[in-house]
């Protein structure tokens, strides 16, 4: 039962260009929303969140949205640079709940010079 | 700094095997987690742990145990080793787990044979 789902395995966009990200989640006690970022032999580094209680959070090129009613958030990265090129994980947790972080699959990035 | 240290890097384990994973932080977080990387599935949460003394199932906790005596410390141990449980295993911390932002080690590559 997988209740992060990132359903495009992979991304490839031009230098310059937007690049979108999506995930969906099945479970409503969701409360808090991030992503991370990982380069390959690294750990996952943290890039940004929300809160459920918002629909935006922009930090600097990453912005993320939150659609509570579709159950579905996005990263925008604008502009792509080459050094964006990692595999993006969304990652939910219920802080009401038993604190479980739990990811999606993850979607590969490329960004093409 | 250290932040979140793993050990071994990496090892390869005969089946049936006892092993342990090492996971140290110094940055005095209460909550910690252990997930295993795996193509196609993402990161999968194994166990966590709230706080010292506390421990939970995530969701693929079979034929894995954690303990968590002391904060900084959160070791995982496979008792007899499978070849299933060939993967990327990573430790991760955060202040509390009402807190949106995990820190990750470094990754511990396990190959079972």
């Known amino acids: 039962d997988q209740q992060v789902k990132q359903n495009s395995p992979s991304l490839s966009v031009q230098e310059g260009r937007i690049s979108i990200l999506n995930c969906d989640y099945t479970?409503?006690?969701?409360?808090?929303f991030l992503w991370y970022k990982k380069y390959p032999a690294e750990g996952p580094t943290f890039l940004i969140s929300?809160?459920?209680?918002?629909d935006k959070n922009e930090d600097g090129r990453f912005t993320v949205f939150l659609n509570k009613s579709a159950k579905h958030l996005s990263l925008h990265i604008v502009p792509s640079q080459p050094g964006d090129s990692a595999v993006y994980f969304c990652a939910a947790i219920s802080s009401g709940n038993t604190g479980k972080l739990i990811f999606g699959q993850g979607t590969t990035l490329q960004v093409k010079p | 700094i250290a932040g979140i240290t793993q050990a071994p890097t990496s090892q390869i384990l005969a089946a049936g095997r006892r092993m342990t994973l090492r996971c140290t932080q110094d940055m005095r977080h209460n909550a910690m987690y252990w997930y295993r990387q795996d193509l196609g599935l993402g990161l999968r949460l194994i166990h966590y742990?709230?706080?010292?003394?506390?421990?939970g199932k995530g969701e693929v906790p079979d034929g894995y145990s954690v303990s968590r005596a002391n904060t900084d410390d959160f070791p995982l141990t496979l008792a007899s080793a499978v070849p299933s449980q060939t993967s990327v295993y990573f430790c991760?911390?955060?202040?509390?787990?009402?807190?949106?932002?995990?820190?990750f080690g470094q990754g511990t590559r396990l190959t079972v044979v």
């Open positions: 929300i809160s459920s209680i918002k």
């Open positions: 479970n409503s006690m969701f409360d808090y």
């Open positions: 991760a911390s955060s202040p509390s787990r009402m807190n949106t932002e995990a820190f």
């Open positions: 742990s709230n706080t010292a003394g506390t421990t």
